[in-house]
């Protein structure tokens, strides 16, 4: 059983489209992120919600819309699409009230723009 | 803002060897986090600390926190080709901070 999993894994798109990812974990946990790895593996926090409520909103620009649905999902859409938004994209999952840091990360989604 | 360093960048090594790297910041942590991310994959926490001078094992691998609670290392011993990846630290202050996490450290590990 896939405790947090995104999809699609890959997506290849043409800068202005709008496209979305899809994240669900089965952990029972109340927190979940997104985070946003570039070429060079840094890995940077954009979003984190706790029980549907934005909680971290870091500089991101308003292109990219999180929407939680209930605590169990949390979906990326993005809006469109430049260049610079190629990236593998990171969904995580942590228990909030006990939140020591300690994340379950999904397996990626890979963005390609053209 | 918060900043995380990693040591080396990169690094290859033999099979066998033992591998050790670090972390430092300029800020306080009240936690500290290592993960490991294998190719194609999402980062797996490898080992948690939360108490400064703490010393942890998980099988081969052994982490510290500092004393200073702005450091942290950790220790690979006897080196197998799946320790292949890149090892990130991470840093965590309270329940409702962001976890900073490390730019990595690239582990290639020569058969």
């Known amino acids: 059983d896939t405790a947090v999993s995104q999809t699609p894994k890959y997506l290849v798109t043409q800068m202005g489209n709008d496209k979305s990812i899809k994240c669900e974990q089965n952990?029972?946990?109340?927190?979940m992120y997104w985070y946003k790895q570039d070429s060079k593996k840094f890995l940077k926090i954009m979003f984190s919600y706790n029980n549907k409520e934005l909680i971290i909103n870091e500089t991101v620009p308003n292109r990219f819309s999180p929407k939680s649905p209930d605590k169990a999902h949390l979906n990326l859409h993005i809006n469109s699409l430049e260049l610079g938004d190629s990236a593998v994209y990171f969904c995580a999952s942590s228990r909030m009230l006990a939140n020591t840091g300690e994340l379950f990360f999904g397996e990626g989604s890979r963005l390609t723009v053209l | 803002g918060q900043q995380l360093n990693q040591s080396p960048q990169s690094m290859f090594i033999q099979e066998g060897e033992d591998v050790s790297m670090n972390c430092t910041s300029s800020s306080i942590f009240n936690t500290w986090l290592w993960y490991k991310q294998d190719p194609g994959e999402g980062p797996v926490l490898l080992i948690a600390l939360y108490k400064a001078g703490e010393l942890t094992s998980n099988g081969r691998l052994t982490a510290q926190f500092g004393i200073t609670r702005k450091d942290s290392f950790l220790n690979i011993s006897a080196s197998i080709p799946s320790d292949v990846g890149i090892y990130f630290c991470?840093?965590?202050?309270?329940?409702?901070?962001?976890?900073?996490f490390g730019p990595g450290t690239s582990l290639s590990v020569i058969p």
């Open positions: 991470a840093g965590h202050k309270t329940s409702y901070d962001k976890v900073i």
């Open positions: 952990l029972g946990h109340d927190t």
